[in-house]
């Protein structure tokens, strides 16, 4: 059932990163993450009131938000540090990098996972996960050289290392959503919460530094609807990958892998609405990526 659970995350997060480069295009980037942010903290809202004034009915419908001692809010507070980080960083790169790069760049998450995987959790791979990881990553260099043609050259364009920096964030962020899940026994709607309530914090922190004493990039800032749709989209999809690790039996490591699958919607269709370059020749690379991916889920009997 988690794999499944995992399939809808990753669709879910593949419309989220079509409204994310739509959200950042010509855009102020701090603005429009913490607009996202603060919409999905906007649509958890009801819930944490419903879960004090009607919490029969709040646990009921399976979203009751439940009480958590001081020491569980810092380690959340860690959390949301390490992902306003990572997604500082990706924002700024998805502004000024095409999708069809950055996305199968991000694809290296699993790997950073795999390894965190085996040394903290100690879960075991078998033969065909290390050739599905290997194979991903194998598929990323390839990309690499698609990217040289659209004048990205991977070891002098900063917006590459701001990626791959959100990336190995976000994959550290993975392997510590199983801590919180598995060992603090949080509910997907308590951690998405709260972890919602301190990115904005930190966020409303950034933008009054960086953002709100400028008054041409305030008037530069073009709000658009996807903004709103960004941050839905990803508390949907955060829902459906933490309810995934409840199970006792859910691999990280796998999760991982599966919400790679979002590629199909960011390279693809992103690529044909977005109108960027060398579409079918970043198709060999995700292809392999996807071989991986199935060669991850076929060895774990899915």
């Known amino acids: 059932m988690w794999m499944y659970l995992g399939l809808l995350a990753a669709l879910f997060l593949g419309l989220h990163n079509l409204c994310k480069k739509h959200a950042v295009q010509g855009n ?56 306003a980080a990572s997604w500082v960083l990706a924002y700024q790169a998805l502004k000024f990098l ?25 879960e075991q791979p078998t033969f065909l996960q290390w050739i599905g990881f290997f194979l991903i990553i194998f598929s990323v260099i390839l ?41 603090l026994l949080l509910n997907p709607q308590t951690l998405q919460f709260w972890f919602c309530f301190y990115t904005v914090f930190i966020l409303l922190i950034i933008l009054a530094v960086t953002w709100f004493p400028y008054s041409e990039k305030r008037k ?26 409840q199970d006792p039996e859910a691999l990280i490591m796998l999760l991982s892998a599966i919400k790679r699958s979002q590629l199909i919607i960011a390279v693809v269709i992103g ?15 995700l292809a392999g990526i996807m071989i991986g991916v199935f060669l991850i889920l076929y060895a774990a009997g899915f």
């Open 220 to 245: 530069a800032f073009k709000f658009r609807y996807t903004i709103i749709g960004v941050g839905i989209l990803l508390q949907a999809a955060d829902y459906f990958y933490f309810k995934a690790l």
């Open 271 to 285: 690529g044909i609405l977005f109108k960027e370059k060398n579409k079918r020749k970043k198709l060999v690379p």
């Open 143 to 183: 990309y690499s050289r698609v990217g040289k043609k659209e004048g990205i050259i991977f070891k002098k364009n900063k917006w590459i290392f701001a990626i791959i920096g959100a990336t190995f964030l976000g994959a550290s962020s993975g392997l510590y959503d199983k801590f919180l899940i598995q060992s």
């Open 28 to 83: 102020e980037v701090f603005p429009v993450l913490f607009g996202t942010i603060a919409s999905g903290f906007l649509v958890l809202l009801p819930f944490y009131f419903m879960s004090i004034f009607y919490p029969d009915y709040t646990k009921e419908i399976g979203f009751y938000i439940i009480s958590i001692p001081l020491k569980t809010h810092g380690f959340i507070f860690i959390k949301s540090m390490i992902m």
């Open 98 to 122: 095409p999708i069809t790069i950055v996305a199968p760049i991000r694809s290296a998450g699993p790997f950073f996972t795999f390894i965190g995987a085996i040394i903290i959790y100690n």
